[in-house]
């Protein structure tokens, strides 16, 4: 089947991990096309979550200018379009781009204002997550969630925690999660990818997110899959980037469909586009070859998302009727 036309969701896609080729070369015209590819996109395994962390810093270092954050944002626009996606949450760390000088308040703005403008360009809908990284200090995760307050009302729609779950404790980011939920937030938190099913208890306890990035080694407690199918937590699941950070070690290993046909609530998502080299059209085609996942499977995680996406109601409506639209044969 040809997934390109089908009308999708993406919850779990990071900017920074995502530049083009061609946004990369505008950014800076000396890169040849095998450089990029050497820097930018990652190997089919890396050692780890770690490992597959180091080849953001090459985005990041290219997104530190007003123009720059500008132009990767409405880069990803164009890439979501040629997905046919009809509604992605866009992360990234505010933090992460202050080395010419901006403040993390002009970040957000700037990016705020790409995203406005994407959307209006290309008719996807699209909102914002704001993350706080594992190795932040308390106070700098405090500034993160502080940004999604003084976001609020704009594109901004919730609050994540990224980075290596098994190089740092949560111990230092449980008080802004705990003022996410004084405030209201929508919230997502990373867990149970670089560890297993633990991290994901102690992160609904402490975090109390709706959903969970990947989630995918609650597969290793039946107990803990049945509390997310009950409590209605969603995982935000990517396939692709599960086998690169060697969480998982061949994709005919992956719990994805397991995942499914347990109930528990779902999507299919990139993560990193192009440290992954990979789009949801790939991942929708890895889950059919594999898994022999149909049409209907997409169908039920795409709707899934919706009901799980951080924005108002009117806007699920929408969605989900262009969505059952783009279903029927
Ligand atoms: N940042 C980008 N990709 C990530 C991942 N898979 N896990 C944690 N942080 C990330
Ligand atoms: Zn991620």
Redo the contacts with the bound molecule.
Sequence with gaps: MNYAQLPKVELHL?L??SLSYEVVKQLNPNISYESYRESFVGPVKCTD?AD??TR?INGINLMQTPKELELVTLDLFQQLKADNVIYAEIRFAPLEHQEKGLSPEEVVQIVNDATAKGIAETGIEARLIL?T??HYTEEQSMKAVKLVEQFQGTMVAGFDI????AGFPIKEHIKAFEYARQKGFHVTA?AG??RGADSVWETLEHFRPSRI??GVRSIEDPKLIDHLREMKIHLEV?PT?NVQ?NVIDTIQDHPADRIYQAGVSMSVNT??RT?SDTTLNKEYTILEKEFGWKKAYFLKCNLEAIEHAFVGEEVKERLTKKLKEGYMD
Excluded at 162 to 165: I, L, R
């Design positions: 990071h920074d991990c979550l597959f962390l953001a993350c990284l594992r990224a980075a290596d779950e990373h990818e670089a990035g990947h990517c980037s950070t993560d990193a440290i």
